[in-house]
């Protein structure tokens, strides 16, 4: 059975991050492992609310592409985090998408 790789790619651009991630994926599939590209651009992922459900081990009361994303990431054999760097930091849809993996 092969092992698959979820890289999550937190650019709207498909330039230097997508470019970087597509080298990765050769080197894997050289070993055997799948990759799975997933855009968060091209996906809905709304701002979390704060109403704290996912804490209080309820269901997320947002209803978008999220949770289909994260039951890929429990799913992986590994996770690649690719974003551009942003004011010394991860892309927005990277943030929002993290903030989003709470429960």
Do not use: W
């Not at 979390?48 to 949770?67: S, W, Y």
């Amino acid at each position: 059975m092969a092992k698959t790789v979820v890289a999550l790619i937190g650019s709207k651009r498909k330039k230097n991050t997508y470019s970087l991630v597509t080298q990765i994926a050769s080197v894997l599939k050289q070993h055997d492992i799948d990759t799975d590209l997933v855009f968060l651009y091209d996906n809905e992922i709304k701002d979390c609310v704060g109403c704290q459900a996912c804490i209080l081990g309820k269901r997320c009361a947002l209803t978008d592409d999220a949770p289909s994303i994260r039951e890929k990431l429990s799913k992986a054999d590994g996770i690649i985090l690719a974003s551009p760097v942003y004011m010394c930091s991860i892309s927005g849809r990277m943030k929002t998408f993290i903030d989003r993996t709470a429960d």
